[in-house]
């Protein structure tokens, strides 16, 4: 609605009024800026922190799953996408323009600078040992810190970020329909679209097909069992929010309960293969149309990294791509304006992502069903 709203406003605004949203697009943007080390930082330390709780070995072989999970389908991605997007996408003058968006592109009527506590990195970097120094200590003043620093992220993620990111992506493209340079990223979007919905497809028919190898079963029928969770995850956009659906037809799948209750939960924080195909798909689409060398040795640092993101990402609507944004920027060079569209072109199809990564929690819970049997005394 925000994509075809900016659009539509774009051939009549006055351009003193549409400058307002430039604005606002200024401030909101050089915001995320500042918030993403801190949305790296409170999502990764803890995450990493927790691997040595709980469950033990059954919780780090669940992570460990999850993890290879997301890498297959983001290396999946990117050699479907590397086959796919020189014949479907060419080069766009206007996307290649945006990496100069001054020479085109209406101007704020101020800006507030907003400098980051410290740059992508570093944040990552701290994480890491943060979140390993948390795992391996007996003191819990620290991990109990970052568990409410994770909390103060994840609000802000739900509470100011999300809600404000359809006015963002409005002010992006009535900014660009106003300057004229807008129909060639909107058919972009379209054939996007397309392409990751069809690879969702196969991803979930070969999550499918390993789990019932694995677990005995016929993968088809594991598959169609999950549908429900899948339809609701469509309406929900949020992993956690399906929960109880996907519990449920994970049940119907066979799984014990003592599994069921402790992998779904799970994975509806760590397992986000679905929006893991999604972002590698959009910036590969985003980086070809710029004309932007799309290169394997490039994407493999970028996949690797981004599975640890996906890991730690939280289970909201929109929580993927904001935890990925910081790769984005520091790996692959995205400026304000592209990020602005990989999050536009992201939130989009978020439906289906969701969809996706809720039904493959299902694949992992046959798969952890046989490796741990009814070994697990208890789930909470």
Same mark, same amino acid.
């Given at each position: 609605m925000a994509i075809a709203a900016g659009m539509l406003f774009g051939q009549f605004l006055p351009v003193p009024v549409a400058r307002i949203f430039v604005t606002f697009n200024s401030l909101f943007g050089n915001f995320l800026s500042f918030a993403i080390p801190l949305i790296i930082l409170g999502l990764v330390a803890p995450a990493i922190g927790e691997l040595g709780k709980g469950a033990g070995k059954l919780l780090a072989i669940t992570t460990l799953i999850a993890y290879a999970s997301t890498l297959f389908s983001s290396f999946?991605?990117?050699?479907?996408?590397?086959?796919?997007?020189?014949?479907?996408?060419?080069?766009?003058?206007?996307?290649?323009?945006?990496?100069?968006?001054?020479?085109?592109?209406?101007?704020?009527?101020?800006?507030?600078?907003?400098?980051? +506590?410290?740059? /992508?990195?570093?944040?990552?970097? &701290?994480?890491? !040992? =943060?979140? #390993?120094?948390?795992?391996? *200590? $007996? @003191?819990?003043?620290?991990?109990?810190?970052?568990?409410?620093?994770?909390?103060?992220?994840?609000?802000?993620?739900?509470?100011?970020?999300?809600?404000?990111?359809?006015?963002?992506?409005?002010?992006?493209?009535?900014?660009?329909?106003?300057?004229?340079?807008?129909?060639?990223?909107?058919?972009?979007? +379209?054939?996007? /679209?397309?392409?990751?919905?069809? &690879?969702?497809? !196969? =991803?979930? #028919?070969?999550?499918?097909? *390993? $789990? @019932?190898?694995?677990?005995?079963?016929?993968?088809?029928?594991?598959?169609?069992?999950?549908?429900?969770?899948?339809?609701?995850?469509?309406?929900?956009?949020?992993?956690?929010?399906?929960?109880?659906?996907?519990?449920k037809q994970t049940l119907t799948n066979g799984v014990s309960r003592n599994i069921a209750v402790f992998v779904i939960p799970l994975c509806a924080t760590i397992h986000l293969s679905g929006s893991a195909m999604k972002i590698v798909a959009c910036a590969m689409a985003i980086m070809y149309m710029a004309g932007e060398p799309v290169t394997l040795s490039v994407y493999t640092g970028f996949i690797m990294m981004l599975g640890i993101a996906m890991v730690a990402a939280p289970g909201v609507p929109g929580g993927a791509i904001m935890a990925a944004l910081g790769l984005l920027q520091s790996m692959l060079g995205f400026n304000d304006t592209l990020q602005a569209l990989m999050i536009a072109l992201y939130i989009a199809m978020d439906s289906f992502g969701t969809a996706c990564n809720v039904t493959g929690d299902g694949a992992i819970a046959v798969i952890m069903d046989k490796i741990a049997g009814k070994e697990l005394p208890s789930a909470n």
């Open positions: 999946f991605t990117y050699l479907s996408g590397a086959s796919i997007f020189p014949h479907l996408l060419s080069v766009d003058a206007e996307l290649t323009a945006i990496d100069n968006p001054e020479d085109f592109m209406l101007t704020t009527y101020f800006a507030i600078e907003m400098p980051p +506590l410290m740059d /992508i990195m570093t944040a990552l970097l &701290l994480s890491f !040992v =943060l979140g #390993l120094g948390i795992s391996n *200590i $007996a @003191g819990t003043s620290l991990r109990n810190f970052f568990i409410d620093f994770r909390s103060i992220v994840t609000k802000l993620i739900e509470v100011v970020i999300i809600p404000l990111l359809p006015l963002h992506i409005f002010g992006i493209f009535l900014n660009m329909a106003v300057s004229g340079h807008v129909m060639g990223i909107i058919g972009m979007f +379209l054939k996007v /679209i397309v392409v990751i919905f069809v &690879l969702h497809i !196969v =991803l979930l #028919l070969t999550q499918f097909i *390993i $789990a @019932g190898s694995i677990g005995g079963k016929n993968p088809f029928r594991l598959l169609r069992n999950m549908l429900p969770a899948y339809a609701t995850a469509l309406g929900t956009q949020s992993s956690a929010a399906t929960i109880p659906v996907t519990l």
